[in-house]
């Protein structure tokens, strides 16, 4: 039974963390992956989802795209919806949003169009991010794969040390 747990275990980490590392990593390319940290795509992306990019020659009304949006501090990756092209530019809005966005999008800004929305996995990422995630996915299934190991080891050394008994009877 514990060997069964133990293996359940072993396979589940393992399959996380190469979801983890493919979702942080950019493996196909041209084909990127983020995760949605804010609200303003509900209900077709949901907060927390991993949203996988690529990039296009061209763009149309309706596409959902990833662009490099200014904040004060630093560069924000932003999803949403393009409702207009005027010109050489993209009007985007959320789709709960009441209004558009006030800064119009260059196509050199342009990252992709989202391409597969993966709901809820993000959060794994995102907790992977902070200490209690490097915590929860690195150092405790490590202390309890040597822990697991531990006993594995005491219980071959017990069954060599325990003495043989012999029945005559």
């Not at 050199?108 to 809820?120: A, F, M, Q, T």
């Amino acid at each position: 039974m514990l060997k069964k747990i133990y293996k359940i275990f072993i396979y589940s980490y393992l399959a996380l963390l190469f979801i983890v590392i493919f979702a942080s990593i950019n493996f196909f390319g041209k084909v990127r992956c983020f995760t949605n940290v804010s609200s303003s795509m509900t209900p077709e992306i949901e907060k927390g989802s991993i949203i996988m990019v690529q990039k296009q020659a061209g763009y149309k009304i309706g596409d959902i795209i990833s662009y490099y949006g200014e904040k004060v501090d630093n560069i924000d990756v932003i999803t949403h919806r393009i409702i207009d092209i005027g010109g050489n530019v993209y009007t985007t809005k959320g789709d709960a949003n009441q209004l558009a966005d006030r800064e119009l999008v260059l196509p050199r800004l342009v990252i992709g169009k989202v391409v597969l929305i993966i709901p809820w996995l993000g959060y794994l990422i995102m907790l992977a991010k902070t200490y209690i995630g490097n915590f929860l996915m690195i150092i405790l299934p490590a202390f309890i794969i040597v822990i697991v190991e531990v006993v594995k080891i005491l219980r071959e050394i017990y069954k060599k040390d325990k003495p043989t008994q012999i029945n005559f009877l």
